[in-house]
């Protein structure tokens, strides 16, 4: 059996998760996570909370990041590899999923929701930690 909270066959449920109670600026960036349910999770119950991630290398597990928010989420210039989802969460309109390479090129594994324009374009190569330009898909 797996730990609580844990799900089954994943290293962790999250390799990072944040929450604030008050307004906060969270910057995620410069992390390799692997063999997690989920690489990233943002969740605030507060106006002003800003999530930035950028530069990480996800590999392997269920879902690349799941935002929680209707704050703008900006999410660029990660790698994500062997995910079963790219993202989940509210369809913001405000949120940037743009310039992320999803291990192919073409482009991220979609839930039905979630509109083109947050996440297009996307990098046809790796871009985390890098110089490589997005490459914008046509």
Not at 4 to 16: E, L, N, T, Y
Not at 48 to 54: L, P, S, W
Request: glycine share 10%; aromatic share 10%; net charge negative.
């Amino acid at each position: 059996a797996h730990p609580p909270g844990v799900d089954a066959g994943w290293a962790d449920r999250f390799g990072i998760r944040t929450h604030a109670a008050v307004p906060t600026d969270f910057v995620v960036r410069n992390n390799r996570l692997e063999n997690v349910s989920t690489g990233l999770g943002f969740w605030s119950a507060e106006a002003g909370t800003t999530n930035i991630a950028h530069d990480n290398v996800f590999v392997n597990g269920g879902t690349v990041l799941a935002d929680d928010e209707w704050r703008g989420t900006t999410f660029t210039r990660n790698d994500a590899t062997g995910f079963l989802s790219s993202f989940r969460g509210v369809n913001d309109p405000s949120a940037n999923y743009r310039c992320n390479w999803w291990g192919s090129e073409a482009g991220p594994v979609m839930p039905p929701h979630v509109a083109p324009e947050t996440y297009t374009p996307w990098a046809t190569q790796p871009v985390a930690g890098n110089d490589s330009p997005c490459n914008p898909t046509p």
